[in-house]
């Protein structure tokens, strides 16, 4: 079946760009996702990306996508404390359940 | 702006115990789902919800869990004998194009 992998922890300073990447197995899958989960809170949906796509911006948000690696990252500019988080990458297919397959989550934590 | 409701936000039970978690999902969505996240592990699927009955289920869902849309509006997940390893937060989920989730219940097997 499908795995999603990211790495786990992430940590920068107030005002840099962060990077979170994921890496996923299925070449079917056609939706991915990225989530956002802070403390004592369900799952937020931050952005989503179709398979026909290569990049998609949402103001300070832009994801990658590379079909052929099979990766997937999402760049936050100008981090700010309140995007610490544990931040989820997330894919299914177009197909069948199109139940979600998640990663570990990568816990991004900003420095002031 | 919509959004899927869950309660309660914490359930403390007993082993052996029949819990009942409920959700309210976006009002417009005809799609839903039962997610679990034992503490420090992955966010796993449970069930798909559609047109009143299963459209599928992970290896997880065995006989002990059940769903129901009971009305129009309430969707539920019943685990009719808890065990320890059932204590995790659960998520609700429902969708049109893409996935949106509630905060979540965290269930206490004692």
């Known amino acids: 079946g499908e795995d999603v992998e990211q790495s786990l922890f992430l940590s920068v300073r107030e005002g840099d760009s962060s990077v979170i990447n994921c890496t996923y197995t299925?070449?079917?899958?056609?939706?991915l996702y990225w989530y956002k989960q802070e403390p004592g809170a369900g799952l937020q949906l931050l952005t989503y990306i179709f398979s026909n796509m290569d990049m998609k911006q949402d103001q300070r948000l832009t994801v990658l996508l590379n079909k052929k690696d099979k990766h997937l990252s999402l760049r936050i500019a100008d981090t700010q404390t309140g995007d610490s988080a544990i931040y989820f990458c997330?894919?299914?297919?177009?197909?069948?359940?199109?139940?979600?397959?998640f990663g570990s989550g990568t816990r991004l934590q900003v420095q002031p | 702006e919509p959004e899927v409701t869950q309660t309660p936000s914490h359930q403390v039970t007993q082993m052996g115990q029949e819990v009942i978690l409920r959700c309210v999902p976006i009002?417009?969505?005809?799609?839903f789902y039962w997610y679990r996240q034992i503490l420090g592990q992955k966010v796993e699927f449970l069930v798909s919800?559609?047109?009143?009955?299963?459209?599928?289920k992970s290896e997880i869902f065995d006989d002990q869990f059940s769903v129901e849309r009971p009305d129009g509006s309430n969707f539920t997940l019943k685990i009719r004998s808890t065990k320890l390893e059932d204590s995790a937060m659960y998520f609700c989920?429902?969708?049109?194009?893409?996935?949106?989730f509630g905060a979540g219940t965290r269930l206490s097997v004692l």
């Open positions: 997330a894919s299914h297919k177009d197909t069948g359940r199109r139940a979600l397959t």
């Open positions: 989920a429902s969708r049109d194009k893409v996935q949106y």
């Open positions: 919800f559609y047109n009143n009955e299963i459209s599928e």
């Open positions: 009002s417009n969505h005809l799609y």
């Open positions: 299925d070449s079917s899958s056609t939706y």
